[in-house]
């Protein structure tokens, strides 16, 4: 019990350092949109035929901070669903998994003179989203009704959300017409993750506890180092392409040891879905599928977790179990294909090495189950990466479905902007930064011949408020959402 214990807190500090949360966290806001149009607005009373007024239908309403002006005096600074419309939100940074020692994000709604939900039930659907593609609803148990606070639940990180009017027209008199969104505020000060392609899905952290080799000696520098397990495999779609034979310098893995292990985060959250959600990839020179587990039979149990603390076992589909491996369970031999056990998601997987406990068919040093990557094998080939539509390529990259890109940085900002362009032309490009109204307050022209230029703005002089970027070039014209603080 008190090495089970201890090996909590350890993996519960190594997940607090992974998911890189500042100690000075900050507020990120909803500062564009996901999709054209930028929402979809239902309808209002007495016909439901008839759409909310135009005063209560601009979309920008809905991004920065809340204005949350209940009382009905000030502006209109709020846009209005209607009954069964929806509006996707991007957020200025990823909305961070406190994990619940706070809720992790908040919907302001607008219902003059603060009225009960019980006397007035505007009610939301809300969804969130790390990549546009897999959405978790945090409202599965029950909708919102006004402003509510919630928490990520198993997402490690979001970056997208999405609010969808479910409200009864039933319970509203003349003139009502759905849930009103001010404005939505997450915490921030975690690090969006860098990934991109298939590398989204594999581990990019390692808290390992190495074990000793099967004669009690110290295991080999070249095979205890933790970051090998860290990245995809030499071939995502081929087990046995990472079993060659490689100097010692070169291995490519990392050795468990007798009864070592292993937890694994990963930058985007796994998800459940059909047939196998993991592979296990592990490294035994001259490895092939005809090889049966009794002639090398290095073993591994393998637990998935949402928090880090609680774990359960993932377990061998029918149909998947090698040579040597049982349907059911969580033992592999050697690589393995796993699934999440009626689990929704996993941000974290544990393997721990049991090859010595079964068999003595090794040299005294022999160092237990060898891993080399773990791959997530439910990712979306269709996605949204800094709010562009995507594809992952048949080599693993991204490639944007625009000939031109951007994304700009840091966003809030005080003071100064970058604009990171990519482009497929070398065309000049300019740049313009128009204010709520539309009025262009500042125009920079870039002569540039690089497809990839970080051009940087000064908007200290700016009054705070939410401004349009617009980027063209070459005929083509990207515009995005800045707010300055």
Known sequence: MKKTNSIKLVAASFLMIAAGVSANAQTVVASGFVGNPLATQGSSLPTLISTPVAARSNPFNALGFADNFDNGSAPIGFYTLGFGGTITLEMSGPICNTNGSAPDLTIYET??????????????????????????????????????????????????????????????????????????????????????????????????????????????????????????????????????????????FFSLGNGGSVVLSFPYTLFNG??????????????????????????????????????????????????????????????????????????????????????????????????????????????????????????????????????????PTADMLNVSIKRVTKENVVIRIADITGRIIMTQNVNSKETSIIETLNLSNLTAGVYTITVESAGNREVQKVIKN
Do not use: H
């Open 111 to 252: 219902s003059y003179g603060s009225p009960s939900c019980g006397s007035y039930p505007e009610k939301a659907r809300v969804e969130v989203s790390q990549d546009g593609c897999k959405w978790v609803d945090l409202t599965e148990s029950g909708p919102i009704c006004q402003n509510a606070s919630l928490d990520l639940g198993c997402l490690s990180w979001a970056k997208y959300v999405r609010i969808t009017d479910v409200s009864n027209s039933s319970s509203f008199g003349s003139g009502a017409d759905g849930f009103d969104v001010d404005a939505v505020e997450g915490i921030g000060g975690c690090s969006e993750p860098t990934e991109t392609g298939l590398s989204r899905y594999a581990a990019n952290g390692a808290f390992a506890t190495q074990g000793l080799a099967e004669n009690g000696g110290t295991i080999t520098a070249f095979r205890s180092n933790s970051t090998r397990m860290i990245g995809l495999p030499l071939d995502p779609t081929n087990f046995f392409a990472n079993d060659g034979s490689t100097s010692p310098a070169n291995n490519n």
């Open 274 to 411: 059909e047939g196998a959600d993991v592979k296990v990839f592990e490294t035994s020179f001259g490895d092939k599928a005809s090889r049966s587990c009794g002639n090398y039979p290095e073993k591994a149990t393998v637990e998935g977790s949402c928090d880090g603390e609680t774990w359960f076992d993932l377990v061998i589909l029918d149909g998947d179990a090698g040579n040597g491996e049982v349907a059911g369970t969580n033992v592999i031999c050697r690589d393995g294909m796993l699934d999440f056990n009626g689990n929704d998601a996993v941000n974290y997987i544990r393997i721990t090495d049991v090859t010595f406990g079964t068999t003595a068919n090794f040299p005294g040093n022999g160092d237990g189950f060898d891993v080399d990557a773990v791959v997530g094998t439910q990712g979306c080939a269709d996605f949204i990466a800094n709010g562009k539509f995507a594809q992952i390529a048949d080599d693993g990259s991204d490639v944007f479905e625009d000939a031109l890109y951007i994304e700009t940085y840091p966003n």
